[in-house]
């Protein structure tokens, strides 16, 4: 007993103190596939699906499912879905362990009763369209309860944070409270990690909530504006949020050679790659190509950024290298 709760406290300050690991190597970037992301096909849900329980924790619709297999599922209804099984693919591809999550574009839930929030998207037949399932802890995965971290930490690892903030620029997530974070153990090393990649793949700065999640043209159009340049080694950002939430923890402070090395990583992945992890996400086959089309986009601008170390000037069809600003100390 005295060792299990000495082993407790251990990875409760571990985490508080920012010693875990962010980054996993999960293999040749080039071979990865996103239309079966993490789990692989063969682990994704499989019909029938039986009804658990309604979840009440969060914002959106969640009930708890086992398939026929007897895997147990968090299956996520609304705006959510398709951008979080995107954008967690992504962040798996660029080395941030995720847990596995799928897009069912349509499926039957025997036995659902009683729902509440869930009502609007499960008929009384069972019936569902649009849902994410994510697979709950397994023999090899399992999550640390009650762990988080602080996307501003000076104990973690460096390099891996400023690469991870530089992932959730990319897919330009925006919900980045402490309590979408936490821990996972995978095949028994321990990681710190964003539990919560749903706020994706908008425009943060949206005026309107459609906007915000999932909109390939406020995400294409905020593209070009993001990245202001390089000032002292460090990637400047023109990044804004519709309630100026988290700005400072994931703009701020991603030095050039960290963001060099997360960039060297993810541009390797094909248009192909991405274009199947996004209509395996539910894109649709013009929102696919928009997408591919936008997050190639910004891949080429920070990767232009950071191979000569100098400022962007922005022109309509060029990218001009100029003199690093020595204004900022550091």
């Avoid at 939430?245 to 050039?256: C, D, F, K, Q, W």
Wanted: proline share 4%; aromatic share 8%.
């Amino acid at each position: 007993m005295r060792l299990a709760l000495l082993g407790c406290f251990l990875v409760t300050y571990a985490i508080a103190a920012g010693r875990l690991p962010l980054w996993r190597d999960p293999g040749q970037i080039e071979g990865l596939d996103l239309a079966a992301g993490p789990g692989g096909l063969e682990n994704a849900p499989h019909p029938p699906f039986a009804f658990i329980e309604e979840e009440k924790r969060g914002r959106w619709p969640k009930v708890v499912v086992v398939d026929s297999r007897r895997k147990k599922w968090m299956v996520k209804f609304g705006e959510e879905a398709k951008a979080e099984t995107f954008a967690s693919r992504l962040a798996w591809a660029a080395g941030y362990p995720v847990r596995p999550s799928y897009f069912v574009a349509e499926g039957q839930i025997m036995a659902a009763s009683s729902l509440k929030r869930a009502a609007s998207h499960i008929d009384t037949a069972g019936r569902f369209h649009d849902a994410r399932f994510q697979l709950f802890d397994t023999e090899e995965m399992r999550q640390i309860p009650g762990e988080s971290f602080d996307l501003r930490s000076k104990q973690m690892d460096r390099r891996e944070l400023n690469g991870l903030r530089l992932v959730l620029l990319i897919v330009a997530n925006w919900d980045l409270k402490r309590s979408n974070t936490g821990a996972l153990e995978i095949d028994g090393k321990r990681y710190a990690v964003v539990t919560d990649w749903g706020a994706s793949l908008g425009d943060p700065a949206g005026s309107v909530r459609s906007a915000r999640k999932w909109n390939c043209e406020a995400y294409k159009a905020r593209t070009e504006s993001l990245l202001e340049g390089v000032d002292n080694g460090y990637l400047s950002f023109n990044y804004q949020q519709y309630a100026s939430r988290h700005l400072n923890e994931i703009s701020e402070g991603i030095r050039v050679e960290d963001a060099r090395w997360i960039l060297n990583r993810l541009s390797k992945l094909s248009d192909a790659q991405l274009l199947a992890g996004l209509q395996a996400s539910g894109a649709t086959v013009p929102e696919g190509q928009c997408f591919t089309a936008a997050i190639r986009r910004r891949l080429q601008l920070l990767s232009a950024a950071v191979t000569d170390g100098g400022t962007i000037t922005r022109t309509t069809t060029t990218i001009i290298q100029q003199p690093i600003a020595t204004t900022r100390q550091k």
